[in-house]
Each structure stands twice: as C-alpha cells, then as structure tokens.
C-alpha cells in the first residue's frame, strides 16, 4: 500500500444557531413564522443525489434538518449535471428558482450577476458565523457580495514512485528544478525498441481547455504569475507568467509526459508504475490505491508553491422567495456549516471539508493521506488560488479554449513564449470587454 509521509488534523465545536431553532421547536416554543413555515415545502436541486459517498451526505443533511424542523419538507429533485446550469436558469428565470441553491463554483457567477442569489453577508454578520480559514470562500466574494458558501475546495499533492526514483538514484523533487531533472532522467525508453515507455511526469492533454490550462497553471504559478490580479485586471504579459509558460513548453517538447492521453490514462499510468510523478488533486489517491505500482508509490506535499487549488461546488440562497423560506434556508446552510456535518463531509465525500475545524479522524482512518489533503486545499486557499482567475469568471470556458489554443500553437510552431503572452493577454482582455 502506498504511503503518507505527513499528517494535520482538525477539531469539533458544535453549531448553536440551527441548535438553538431545533430547542425552540421541540419545546413547543413557536413563533408565528416558524409556525407558518410547518407547513412550508424548501426546494432544493443537485446533481449529486445519487453520487456515491457525498449523495450520502447531502441525505443525511436533510433529514438532520427536517428533524430539527418538524412539518418542513425539503423537495431534493435530481437533475444530471450535463443539463444543470440550463435547467437552473431556466427556473431562475421563469420565476421558480429552488429555495436551496447549490451550483457548480464555475456556474454560479452568472446567477450572481443577474441578481438572482442573495447577499449571504448580512445573514453571516447577524448570526455571527465566522468564515475564518474556510477554504476557497473567497471566491464565492462576487460582485461586493457574499453569493454563496464554498462547499468544496481541493489544493494538489505529489505522488511519486520510489522505485523509480531509486534506480535512478534520485531523492523526491522539493521544487521545480529538482522536478525537471527527476523527470529528464525518468523519462526512458526501457526495453531498447525506440519508444519512450516511462514518463517523468503525470499531465494529460487529450482534455478540454479548463482541465489544459490547470495542467499549465502548475508552472505559472511556481513561477510567481497569475492570469489575473485579484482587482481582475489581466496580467498574462508579465516575467512570471511567461516564465510559466516557458516550463510547459520545455516539459512538452522535451516529451517528458505522454501526449495525447485523457486525465484517466495518464492517472493509470501513474497508478501502475510506468511515470515517475504526478501533480494532482485528492481524486488521485483512490486510483494509485488500485494500481499495479501501490506499494512503490509515496504521497507527499506538493512540491510546487503555490500548489494548484480550485473549487467545486457552492451552496447559496435565492433572491426572490419569502423572508419566511429566507430564514429556514439559512438554518440549513448553517447545518451544513456545522463542525459536525463538516466531519461527516470528509468521512463520507473523501474529500477536504472546507472548514478548518473539521476533525478528519475518521477520514483519516480510511485514508491515511488525508491530512496531506487538508494541508493542499488549505495552502492553496490561503494564497487565494483559484483554476478561475477573477474578472474572467463569466468568460472562463472561452478563456480556457484561448490560452489552450495559443499554448499548443506555442509548441507546435515554436514559438517565443514572450510573444504569445502577448497575444494570450490582448485576447484576453478582448473577452472581458465583449
């Protein structure tokens, strides 16, 4: 079995708002709104109810709430994710959106911008709910207003194999340098026939423009760049962000990555012992548990600063319902913000909490590197990274597509990185513009 070379943990403390609504009920204490909302229905609409492990949750979740919120149903309607951002403004817009609103974290700008989510900062401030460490949430900072709840952030890790390292006569890469050379020298044609059959390094390219463009931004980031600063302002044309782009190209053109393979290929090449390392997020660790290489492979911190860090999904409230749906909505994001219900998530979803106090013993207990997870997401959100660079939120698919596109035009043309900065920065401020 592979091994976890660092460990975090986390602690309990329970929630007192959606507690102390919970009391007043079952004592009988009712107010004329809690009353009235008994006979309330609360909408709410995912593309996770059936997903193994998090669909679980969210379950649980709900009957926690309609249990403290005896009469109050939550009507939770499935919708495939293929279909969701349609379906939602759809609803949004016809007048009908779910109490409940839970969206893609790349989606729910577009709702922000129509005005459609409410401002969750006054609800945070008169409850007194602190979002202090809570990772990722500043990206759900949208337009001058709380729009919703991060409700899953992840940062990368390393995975390496140490066998391959070891014939080879090389210690783990702590930085990018050392990463190169690591995989300059792993990277071989092993059995003499003339094709490469070890990689250095784990990056699919047969992906759509956002999972390329995460690939790059390893190197743009280690590099001191961003794509935007966090006024939004494009900032592609500058030293650092072209020394990233210099990176991907040497790791590209040097072949030190196998070409032209999904995210899944190149994981299980990683998994069976035929690449040396991967750069990857916390779904990698299942995949190299079931690899042929298991006992060979090591999970370490990313070497990388700072590392990749991007958000999933989001949990926000609708504008347009009543003050009544307003406070039974609010009771549930607090439930789900709950230290306990946050424990649950990284038992069930195997994924990182969001929530500094989170007490992962139990995940930890399934997953040994979990703690490496926690300590990614959290290095990650605290430098404020994010694959979508603010003030291109509403324009990220065809930003991904652009910077895909002149980064392969870059390799196959060999051309100056300086130059197609250049143009990646022109055309980028072109979309924020349109």
């Known amino acids: ?173 702590t930085n990018y340098e050392e990463l190169l050379e690591v995989a300059r020298k792993t990277t071989k044609d092993l059995n003499g026939d003339g094709i490469i059959d070890q990689f250095g390094l784990h990056h699919p390219t047969k992906v759509g423009g956002g999972q390329y463009v995460t690939e790059m931004l390893n190197y743009v980031l280690d590099a001191g760049g961003r794509w935007t600063n966090a ?16 990176r991907w190209k040497t790791i590209v053109t040097e072949g030190l990555m196998p070409r032209d393979l999904s995210s899944g290929e190149t994981r299980q090449l990683l998994a069976d012992g035929k690449i040396a390392v991967g750069l990857d997020g916390p779904w990698l660790v299942p995949i190299l548990a079931k690899g042929a290489a298991s006992e060979d492979v090591r999970i370490v911190a990313d070497p990388l600063s700072p590392p990749v860090g991007g958000s999933s999904n989001v949990l926000g409230m609708a504008k347009e319902i009543s003050d009544e749906h307003k406070a039974l909505v609010w009771d549930f994001i607090q439930l789900a913000m709950s230290d306990e219900f946050q424990s649950t998530y990284a038992t069930l979803a195997a994924s990182p909490a969001p929530s500094p106090r989170a007490d992962i013993t139990e995940a930890t207990a399934v997953t040994p590197e979990f703690g490496l997870l926690v300590e990614g997401a959290q290095a990650a959100s605290a430098e404020g990274i994010d694959r979508i660079p603010a003030g291109l939120e509403i324009q990220y698919n065809e930003f991904a597509k652009m910077v895909m596109e002149e980064s392969q035009r870059m390799i196959i043309e060999d051309l100056d990185p300086a130059a197609v900065a250049a143009t990646m920065q022109a055309r980028a401020e072109e979309l924020q513009n349109q």
């Open 231 to 246: 006024q939004g302002q494009v900032t592609i044309d500058t030293p650092e962000v072209i020394e990233g782009l210099t």
């Open 1 to 173: 079995m592979f091994k976890r070379l660092s460990r975090a943990g986390g602690g309990l403390r329970k929630a007192g708002l959606a507690l102390a609504l919970s009391t007043a009920l079952v004592a009988g204490a009712l107010s004329p709104m809690l009353a009235a909302a008994q006979e309330t229905t609360l909408k709410f609409v995912s593309w996770q109810n059936d997903e193994p492990g998090v669909g679980g949750w969210w379950a649980g979740l709900i009957e926690e709430f309609k249990a403290r919120h005896p009469g109050v149903e939550v009507e939770w309607t499935k919708v495939e994710r293929a279909a969701f951002a349609d379906t939602m403004t759809t609803l949004f817009a016809g007048g009908s959106p779910p109490d409940i609103v839970h969206l893609a974290s790349f989606e729910f700008q577009r709702f922000a911008n129509e005005g459609w989510l409410e401002d969750l900062g006054p609800w945070f401030d008169k409850g007194g709910v602190s979002l202090d460490g809570w990772a990722g949430q500043q990206i759900c900072e949208f337009n001058g207003e709380t729009a919703c709840v991060m409700m899953l952030y992840f940062g990368y890790i390393m995975a390496y194999n140490q066998a391959i390292l070891d014939a080879e006569g090389l210690a783990a890469p």
